[in-house]
């Protein structure tokens, strides 16, 4: 007789059921202004463009406006302008803005984005596959570390930027143009600052960015509370470790 073959069950694919009740939770709603403010924060940086303006006046009679456009993601060493050099009748001098300040502004909008698309990613995890997310213990606990990394991530990317915004906003003010001309220099020429750039979007970019730490480090706490490491054994996970030991 042929051995009786043994059957084995298939893993049962999980399967998506819509269930908004736990976005009624504090880790399902703190998701949700996550995405949120995520998607401020990179938004109101990325799309950033400003002006600076000078004038410069030179002892003839002569008048140049110095307009400087500048934008995300901040190399300003790329950016040139032009400025009369007082001597001759239209000869012009070519200047740059200082240095490259793109490292914090790119490195805040690529954590928003990746904020953006694990937000994402979870909600539909806790809205559509609820109970694979509560008997699965590995899906809690990778949530919680990736939770607590990306409030880590969201401190330093902030930081970094509000320091970085600071650099830019010194570099591009009017009396930085100003300081590169050379006819400036002279005392008959008349070099005047225009109004400063708006940067009303960057600031509340940064302000943005430790609102996303904020609620991160949080949220950390309620998704920790839903680990294996906070919630006591079921008595299905006790059950099982008895029948494993061996007498």
């Known amino acids: 007789m042929r051995p009786a073959e043994i059957k084995q069950d298939k893993p049962k694919r999980p399967e998506f059921k819509l269930d908004f009740s736990p976005l009624k939770e504090p880790i399902g709603f703190i998701k949700v202004l996550q995405w949120i403010f ?9 799309g ?28 300003l060493n790329l950016i040139s302008y032009r400025a009369l050099t007082c001597e001759n009748v239209s000869v012009y001098d070519t200047l740059y803005l200082s240095r490259d300040y793109s490292s914090s502004p790119e490195s805040f909008v690529t954590i928003g984005v990746f904020t953006f698309l694990y937000c994402t990613a ?40 509000a320091q970085g915004l600071t650099n830019v906003k010194n570099a591009t003010k009017p009396t930085a143009l100003i300081s590169g001309v050379r006819a400036c220099q002279r005392p008959s020429v008349v070099c005047a600052q225009g109004a400063l750039p708006t940067m009303g979007r960057l600031n509340a970019s940064v302000i943005f960015g430790y609102m996303n730490f904020i609620l991160w480090s949080g949220n950390s706490w309620f998704v920790y ?11 299905q996970d006790v059950a099982e470790q008895g029948d494993n030991v061996q007498y």
């Open 38 to 46: 995520a998607v401020f924060a990179f938004a109101t940086c990325c």
């Open 48 to 75: 950033y463009t400003g002006e600076s303006v000078a004038s410069v006046k030179c002892s003839n009679g002569q008048v140049d406006r110095i307009s400087v456009l500048f934008s995300y993601p901040f190399r």
């Open 122 to 161: 979870a909600l539909v995890l806790y809205v559509g596959y609820q109970s694979l997310y509560q008997q699965n213990k590995y899906l809690p606990i990778i949530d919680f570390v990736v939770t607590a990394l990306f409030a880590f991530l969201w401190l330093v990317s902030s930081s970094a930027w």
């Open 225 to 235: 509370k839903e680990t294996s490491w906070h919630k006591p054994a079921s008595p």
